[in-house]
């Protein structure tokens, strides 16, 4: 097993990468917070000023006054001139910086995600944490980003805001809470409540929203009409309607009284400090203006309040989760690095035994596979056949070295220290790609590595092959090269047929001499077929092949053919031999000779 080094992530270690992906734009970003969100909270200091030279000016008329009201006037824009641009600055670096995390860690996720063994991806529980763990490599920038705000623009900006009012009168510090606490309490109460009154909603709403489905999208449509069902699903979803809007109507009713309760609370709140900005007044302890700039500054107050105590913490919490499986999902992949499949390097084909081979996918008991045993000779041309579930593809899988076997063992050119790896075969899926790319580029991915352009060799092979699947039964196969499989990004579409084809080009691009083809032809016209069939028995020639398909006439060519029952082998041996004893052959056999001719 490789020496690997282990990197442990945990919360702290995540945003301590986030920091080192642009230390200077991550300093400067919240430099620029910190001074703009002062500048903010000076507004009120300024705002004062203003309104106190408005009234000197009001009451005496002097050109001296007039003046200073113009100069404050003219500070007063500054500072808001200031704050905003700095915050528009403060946005486009956090943009900018934003994008180069998300490329930072989404690189991380695919590097780790490249490393992953094939057969983690068969359980849901992988596949769930993968996803969610995709969704976390981008929200670690945004979450830090929440902290930083915290501490960068909203503490700096009722730090100051608290100086100006105790600097006023301490009683004022009470404006603070008074604008906090009914944020608080009324967000909680909202909470607490939004769950409750939805949670019956929610499950007519996804009944409305499924039979919506069936009757306005494609390919659900399609369907639907064909076989005359719009009525039987219009009246479906004519009733999950008017359920959900009954049940909305009801939920509406309360959701208006919960709205209004926090409302009051928040009125209470805000009649409270006016009620004492008068008081101050009155009494002289405030100024006419500071009673103006403080009255002014409230709205940017609840508002800023508002997105700290509840928006930002709450962006925050719906992130972590996601990051959670990130980080369980990189910690993950680098204790799987070592149980990478195969022996590096191509190692030609010899000889390939199994021994006794069992096969149960994780977290589940049945066994799929159940002690198999037979050897691979050089050049042999093995079919594999069975009934549907009988396990051919997972056998295929065993073989391709893409998963190991529960039991049992695979010995290579009788060579112990081997290990079967995807890097020694060319397969074909039943379920192959489909990639919206240029017709060569389907054709050479195995070779292309994303940043060269192709040779001449390749796309001297890449028409050569092309030519032998007769895509298009088109002679002039250097003008199909080039045609884009997507029409969305302004190509064409391909049949389900042309695609499998495309897909024969590309196992056939990739010259190895051990081949897989797990039902190669199953969506292609029988014409095409038998050409298939022919086309692989001349490639095959000099290579070894295992094939797994249901057309059994088509499989004459293979030298031995593997029978499998309910994960077991039922027979091994040709298709003379199996005719005469192995029931299960004889009855697949003659199942498919009746369907197809
Ligand atoms: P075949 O190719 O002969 O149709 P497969 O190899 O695809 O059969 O499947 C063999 C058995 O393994 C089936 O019973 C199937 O339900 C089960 N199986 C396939 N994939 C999984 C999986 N990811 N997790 C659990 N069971 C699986």
Redesign the pocket.
Known sequence: MRKVHKKTYNIRRVFGEVVRVSPLQFFLQYVLAVVSSVFLGLFIVQLQNVFDHAAIVVESASADGVWSLLCSLLILFLYKAGSESLEIANGYLGNDFYNRCAAYFLDLYNQNIAKMRAIT????DNLKLYRNALTGATSARGMLHVIMDIFTLYIPYFLTIIFYLAKQDASLLAIVPLVAIPIFITNQIKKKNYQRLHKHTIHPKRKKEEYTKYLSEFPFLKEVRVKEAFRFFYGKYLCARSEYNKLCLSTNDQEFMLNLGTKMITLLGFITILGLLIERLATGAISIGAFGAIFYSLDDMYSLMEEMLISRIETYHKGLPALKSFIQFVNGAYTEQGEATGTAGRIPFKKMSLESISFI????T?M??KNISFTIHRNDKIA?V????????????ILLGLYSPTEGTILINDDPGIRSGPQNASVMF?QFNRYKETVFNNIWISEATGDESAGEQAKKIASERLRQINLNHSVHVEDTLDILCAREFGGIDLSGGQWQKLATARMLYRDRDFIVL??PTAEIDPVSESQMFRLFESEMRNRTAII?THRMTSIRFCNKIIV?RD?AVDAIGDHETLMKTSDLYYALYHSIEERYH
């Open positions: 991806f068969e359980e849901n996918y994780p977290n589940t049945r799929v596979l594999i069975g009934y549907n579930g009988s396990g051919k593809s997972t056998l295929a899988k039943q797990d039902e797994i499998l994960g």
